[in-house]
């Protein structure tokens, strides 16, 4: 690894162009092949509690890097290592409040393709950025990152 691919970990912001990308997708294969889900009350309230849950982790997660006076922005390098808030829980809440947001729309609002998209979207992000960022945290932070990694889960759950 070279010393410019430690100094940040992605040239583009993959994890928001990705919820983006899948969102936009989600709303026009709805509108072209609409992928039903059942329209319950129960499942449009548990559709706006799982958004609601999304976005209240993702402020969280925000709020707590800034008061850390640390990048927020996913392709920049990293000032500081974050291990309080819900860092304390997942290694990446904003990506799993992102994934939390996408599956809760498409609940409140009945289209399907959101649960299948915000999944795979899960799977890219994992893939195109958190690996990458992980490489850039070891590199930074060296044992604070590597204890910190070891005992706190990727995402929610080992």
Do not use: C, Q
Not at 33 to 39: A, D
């Amino acid at each position: 690894m070279t010393g410019s691919e430690g100094a940040r970990p992605n040239r583009l912001p993959w994890p928001p162009m990705l919820l983006a990308i899948a969102a936009m997708a989600a709303v026009g294969l709805g509108v072209v092949l609409p992928l039903p889900l059942p329209r319950h009350d129960s499942v449009v309230w548990a559709g706006y509690l799982v958004a609601a849950l999304g976005l209240s982790i993702d402020g969280w997660a925000i709020l707590t890097m800034r008061a850390a006076r640390t990048n927020v922005l996913p392709h920049r390098a990293a000032d500081r290592l974050v291990t309080w808030g819900p860092f304390r829980v997942s290694r990446n809440p904003i990506y799993l409040a992102n994934t939390l947001l996408l599956l809760g729309i498409g609940l409140a609002f009945g289209n399907g393709w959101f649960v299948p998209l915000a999944l795979l979207t899960a799977v890219l992000v994992d893939r195109l950025a958190i690996r990458r960022e992980e490489r850039h945290l070891a590199i930074k932070f060296g044992n604070a990152w590597i204890e910190y990694a070891a005992a706190t889960p990727r995402w929610l759950i080992r």
